[in-house]
């Protein structure tokens, strides 16, 4: 998408500090962390959120969230953990309409999700 920060940082228009890159996906820090680790893992191709996800494959989902796993342990979060979250639409707050998921971690982390 032409105007998508996350699609110019995914092709290297806009730099960033990488924690992982393969032909896919790409995680990399987030400029304003809200934990001590902040990493956000993005699909190279443009899809704006989890819902609009429903029509890619069980496979491009599942790479998302094992990539994020495995960042998250090569991180060092994987013996205290972890949240993953990944927000949609704009009562979600989700402020790049790229499809993301957010690896927080290196702290006890406030507030239950269940």
Do not use: W
Request: aromatic content about 6%.
């Amino acid at each position: 998408m032409e105007d998508c920060l996350f699609c110019k940082i995914a092709a290297g228009e806009i730099p960033s500090k990488k924690a992982y890159e393969d032909d896919e996906v790409l995680a990399f820090y987030d400029i304003a962390p809200q934990a001590p680790v902040h990493v956000l893992v993005i699909p190279k191709k443009h899809v704006s959120d989890v819902y609009a996800a429903q029509g890619e494959s069980d496979a491009f989902l599942a790479k998302l969230l094992r990539t994020a796993a495995k960042v998250a342990g090569e991180l060092g979060l994987a013996e205290n953990g972890f949240r993953l979250v990944t927000n949609c639409g704009a009562d979600a707050q989700q402020s790049v309409r790229h499809l993301h998921v957010h690896i927080l971690g290196g702290r006890p982390l406030e507030g239950k999700m269940g």
